[in-house]
């Protein structure tokens, strides 16, 4: 985590927004919006080390909503989790390009057909039913085959929402974790927000921030430690776990044989 190598592109141009990566079965899966804070696309390299992108597998999830900048993690089971941004409650343009809600889609292979589950993270306010509308910079100058329009609709909700955003997951010890741009509503101080749960099927939930500005984090796990990388001044490092209380046990060697014979109850600390 100190020293590093440069072994030349993983990926071509058109990958520009890459957000998040994955390693599965000897092979690298890398995912970018394309174009900007829309459809997640994926990259596969069988070779880190040959200085030669990989083969670009095209779109992986035809995401109804806007604003990906996705987060993609594997379960146990070796399933791929694609944790979103969705913009359709809230004008983005206003909030850091966040939003109070994240979509979370599964796919088997990683490379295509994401069915949409329930949301991981659901802050939304009361919606109005009213329409409002915003632009977005990228969509048709990147892309215009597929949008003709800069412009989105989203609905609007009271009060003002906290947004959170550029998600980055990991899991470690049979919980996983998200982190995030964290823009409250009440200040405005951008920082790393970040979520727990013990099934990636499940709810999360909120566990504090950290840091301060717009961070667009990553978060990485290496001998024992968690370390948080932001597009800031200062990264973070950490032994975790990061839980809001772990379970204990004490056993005691009664009889002197090196062996624990007496151990207490489980119980939360």
């Not at 910079?137 to 990147?142: D, R, S």
């Not at 049979?174 to 979520?195: E, H, I, K, N, Q």
């Amino acid at each position: 985590m100190v020293n590093w190598v440069h072994h030349g592109p993983i990926t071509e141009k058109a990958s520009a927004w890459m957000t998040t990566a994955e390693y599965a079965d000897g092979k690298a899966y890398f995912y970018y919006d394309f174009p900007n804070d829309q459809d997640p696309h994926v990259y596969v390299d069988s070779d880190l080390f040959d200085g030669l992108p990989g083969e670009n597998k095209g779109i992986a999830y035809d995401d109804p909503s806007h604003g990906s900048d996705c987060a993609i993690i594997r379960d146990l089971d070796g399933k791929f989790h694609l944790i979103l941004e969705d913009w359709s409650p809230i004008n983005a343009q206003k909030h850091a390009w966040d939003s109070p809600l994240a979509a979370h889609a599964v796919s088997d292979d990683g490379l295509g057909d994401f069915k949409l589950l329930g949301p991981p993270v659901d802050e939304r306010t009361k919606p109005t039913g009213k329409i409002g509308t915003y632009t977005h910079p990228h969509w048709a100058k990147e892309h215009p085959e597929r949008f003709k329009t800069n412009i989105a609709e989203y609905e609007i909700h009271e009060p003002e929402q906290n947004a959170y955003g550029d998600w980055a997951a990991i899991s470690i010890g049979g919980r996983y974790y998200l982190f995030c741009d964290y823009d409250p509503a009440d200040t405005r101080s951008m920082s790393v927000g970040w979520f727990t749960s013990k099934d990636i099927n499940e709810p999360f939930t909120w566990c504090g921030n950290i840091g301060q500005g717009h961070p667009d984090p990553d978060i990485m796990f290496a001998e024992g430690r968690f370390y948080l990388a932001t597009q800031q001044k200062n990264d973070f490092v950490s032994p975790g776990p990061w839980v809001e209380g772990v379970e204990v046990r004490v056993g005691v060697d009664t009889d002197n044989d090196g062996a624990i014979d007496d151990w207490q109850e489980w119980s939360a600390v």
